[in-house]
């Protein structure tokens, strides 16, 4: 009986924190920037999904360093690859100290930043609260990093997830964020709002689609509300846009010309994905060769690719280039970012 009481324990939530008033909202944040922090303080676990450029990051360590004043225990902030060292280098800027830390000793600092990838090192029951940065890591429901995020979370009173991509593919990913939070398990979330090809909380098809109920469509996103922030522009929030409004973005298509074949017949039109596939490796010389050329005398210059063999030709065909690819150890990844 008791082994069962402590299989039970284990798969316990902590209870539904309810946030308090923040300790302090320095001067430096902006307008909008200030009333996220009151809010997701206030909330105590939620989420900041706010567009590329609004200030996620000094949102979050003012966050951090709200628990840490409240609760005189530490804050972990969870960054992807390379993104610590940058945080660490914001939190000394906005004069909130911070330590970054990778095989989780942290001695007596009240707010540590890692990467995802070093979270085995690292005791949930040592910290009182945790920030996800870039929080869409963990959106896939099967991925490993989602599992093993979400199980730490469940032991901690303070969470805040920070993100510019909640759900670019599918709104029933936002269900790993409210799992994560603490605030829905994600087959719930299903079951409440959603419904599948198979009319099903378990269809049979793994390729099975969800849709939103159509009468619960309204209720769902005064749910998602309930515990998130949507901003892609200050006036989302009723404050003024100023410097954010950024000119639009300019894309230059550059089309090369390739006089192989991949079959020896002349060109034709590549239709298939098998087709594409061949075309790309066809063409990978005269790409690359176009590339190296249009960023020659340029620095910094970042190029990105879809094959290995296309990072390992740039490599050679631009000067002082240096490749990141997947195969990398981790902190080969990070030293080179």
């Known amino acids: 009986m008791s082994d069962y009481a402590d299989f039970l324990k284990s798969k316990r939530q902590k209870e539904n924190s309810r946030g308090f008033a923040p300790l302090s909202v320095p001067d430096f944040l902006f307008d909008f920037q200030r009333e996220l922090v009151d809010w997701s303080v206030r909330k105590g676990r939620a989420a900041v999904f706010a567009s590329c450029g609004l200030g996620k990051t000094p949102i ?17 902030i969870l960054t992807p690859l390379a993104v610590s060292a940058q945080t660490a ?15 989780g000793d942290f001695g007596s600092a009240k707010i540590v930043v890692t ?13 009182a609260g945790v920030v996800c940065d870039e929080s869409s890591a963990i959106k896939h429901f099967t991925s490993k990093r989602q599992r093993g ?12 997830l920070c993100t510019a991509t909640p759900s670019p593919n599918d709104y029933i990913e936002l269900g790993t964020s409210s799992e994560a939070l603490g605030q829905m398990g994600r087959m719930d ?10 009319d099903s909380l378990h269809p049979i098809w793994f390729g099975s689609k969800w849709h939103i109920k159509r009468h619960s469509e309204r209720a769902f996103w005064r749910w998602v509300c309930s515990w998130a ?19 639009p973005l300019i894309v230059n298509q550059v089309k090369v010309d390739n006089e192989r074949s991949r079959d020896g017949f002349g060109l034709r039109l590549a239709r298939t994905l098998n087709e594409q596939r061949a075309e790309r490796r066809n063409t990978i010389d005269v790409r690359c060769k ?3 050329e249009m960023v020659a005398g340029r620095s910094p210059c ?8 296309e990072g390992d030709l740039l490599e050679k065909l631009i000067p002082g280039a240096v490749q990141v690819a997947g195969a990398d150890a981790d902190d080969a990844k990070e030293e080179r970012f």
């Open 60 to 76: 979050q360590l003012v966050w951090a360093d709200n628990v840490t004043r409240k609760t005189n225990r530490p804050v972990l």
């Open 89 to 103: 280098r914001e939190g000394e800027k906005f004069g909130i100290e911070c330590r970054r830390s990778r095989e």
């Open 115 to 127: 990467n995802y990838e070093r979270l085995h090192y690292f005791d949930p029951s040592d910290f």
């Open 149 to 160: 995020v979400t199980e730490f979370l469940r032991r901690v009173d303070y969470r805040l």
């Open 189 to 198: 979330m299903l079951g409440m709002f959603f419904k599948n090809d198979e």
């Open 229 to 247: 922030r949507a901003v892609r522009m200050p006036s989302d929030l009723g404050f003024k846009d100023d410097d954010f409004a950024l000119p």
């Open 290 to 292: 176009k590339v190296a």
């Open 302 to 309: 970042i190029a990105w690719c879809h094959l290995n063999a």
